[in-house]
């Protein structure tokens, strides 16, 4: 320890679907919290990874692609990711290199103006690796033309490039204070989280159209056996009682096939056996009920729902 001041804070990544948010966190946290798959829109929740930085915690937000609303659900998912953005100390804005300043883009732009600059916004020019460099300083002049970014970044989340000093910067930027997370606590937070990530993927890919993203699952317990292998037990809150059959598929198929998919690569992940027991219930309004914020040990700062 030093003299240095310790610092704290909550950062928010947002951006289009696909622009590398959770690459981006995966990068930054240096565990595996937040599964990337290849479909749009995987991220609904607000799945947060811890980072330490020198004297610094960096607290992750995670939120879902922001874009134009177009259906209900799809409001519900702009207002949660800006619940989330609006709270934090410090604003990501990713943005895809090759794709530039889209649509959706100015869209959110739109979007942190209601902010009113009362939030640090960085912007985040990410996948430089596919994209020629004149034509990245071209983007950039034109985005802090569009709006006073704090910083410009330039990074590959998925090769790393420019990750270290974006990490660097987050470091030396968040506000003085206490951390937020006693460090024990952070210790087994990335297993739950993954291990209730890893069966969402599953959900995901087994389920089709909205209802995965109207799903949350949470590891409820944790149990280390004697012979090594480890019981866990989750939940999958469903937000509709219609919901419930089609999760557990006929005889409890899907679910039974979703499990086992899950355990499968829980126990690559981890190197040793599991036991997954999973359960289907019905909670309509999960996403504004505070606690299942305090079920990984975290609670969310007041406002911030
Ligand atoms: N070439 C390249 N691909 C990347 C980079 N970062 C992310 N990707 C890819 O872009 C896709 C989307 O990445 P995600 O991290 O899932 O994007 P996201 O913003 O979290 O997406 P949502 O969950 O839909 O909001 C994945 O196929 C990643 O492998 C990068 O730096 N370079």
Redesign the pocket.
Known sequence: MTDTPTRAGFIALI?E????????LNQMVGAKV?I???K????RARIRGIAIEDQSQLVFV?T??IFRPRRRLDRSMVAAAWGGAADADIILL?IEAHRGLTDGVRAILESLESLDHKTSVALII?????TRSEALLALSRQMNEAYPFAQTFM?????GYGCADLRKWLADSLPEGPWLYPEDQIADLPMRMIAAEVTREKLTLRLHEEIPYQLTVETEAWEERKDGSARVEQVVYVSRPGHKGIVLGKGGETIKAVGQAARVDLEEFMGRRVHLFLQVRVRENWQNEAERYGEIGLNFRDGDN
């Open positions: 951006g679907p696909n622009a590398g948010k959770s690459t981006l937040s990337v798959t290849h749009v829109q995987t991220t995670d879902p692609g990713l990410n996948k430089i690796d596919r990074v590959s989340a998925e090769k």
